[in-house]
Each structure stands twice: as structure tokens, then as C-alpha cells.
């Protein structure tokens, strides 16, 4: 079964971290770039970073640049979207995606 599984979110106050991880499993992501969507209540969802299949470029929403770093471990067959310096406005369900594959999402909730 072709999937993606994200996991990591929670709850943190402003000024946390959190690390959120993608694993895929029955293919590879090796050959695929990998991108975090993010989508708050209300809202529509948004892209937050992307990476290239070797890790060597990447990008980010302005509002996230300096704060959050997307990374990916081909051996694993996951990427990882490192947040820090959390805001309130980053609460929301963060989603990975590769090859047209979404993942369920994992819930980030920022709040003092």
C-alpha cells in the first residue's frame, strides 16, 4: 500500500519547537520532491516548504523562512519539517505530500 504517515504534531507554547516526520511506504522517495502543506480552520490550505529529491534545494513561505527547515533522510524514506520560534498563527494540520500522495496530516496547535 502506497502512503504517507506524518506524525510529530501537538501542542506547545509560543516559542517551541516541534519536529514533524513523513514517512513513506510502498515506493521510494528518492526519486520524488517532497512538500509540507499546511491548512488552519477557515482557511485554505498553503505550502510551506519544499525539497528537491537530493536535499539540495529547497523552499519556504515567507512567513516561516529562518524558523522551520525541511530536511529529508532518503535511507529512511522520510522528511522532516524542524519548527522553532512558534507562533499562534502556525496552529494548524500539516500535511506531506510526494508523488501526488498526500499524507492524513498531523494537528500543530500554538497556545499560551
Known amino acids: 500500500q502506497l502512503q504517507l504517515v506524518e506524525s510529530g504534531g501537538g501542542s506547545v507554547q509560543p516559542g517551541g519547537s516541534l519536529r514533524l516526520s513523513c514517512v513513506a511506504s510502498g515506493f521510494s522517495l528518492d526519486y520524488y520532491s517532497i512538500g509540507w502543506f499546511r491548512q488552519a480552520p477557515g482557511k485554505e490550505r498553503e505550502g510551506v516548504s519544499c525539497?528537491?529529491?537530493?536535499?539540495?534545494?529547497?523552499k519556504y513561505l515567507d512567513s516561516v523562512k529562518g524558523r522551520f527547515t525541511i530536511t529529508r533522510d532518503n535511507a529512511k524514506n522520510t522528511a522532516y519539517l524542524q519548527m522553532k520560534s512558534l507562533k499562534p498563527e502556525d496552529t494548524a494540520v500539516y500535511y506531506c505530500?510526494?508523488?501526488?500522495?498526500w499524507g492524513q496530516g498531523t494537528q500543530v496547535t500554538v497556545s499560551s
Open positions: 505530500t510526494a508523488r501526488n500522495y
Open positions: 525539497i528537491d529529491t537530493s536535499g539540495a534545494r529547497t
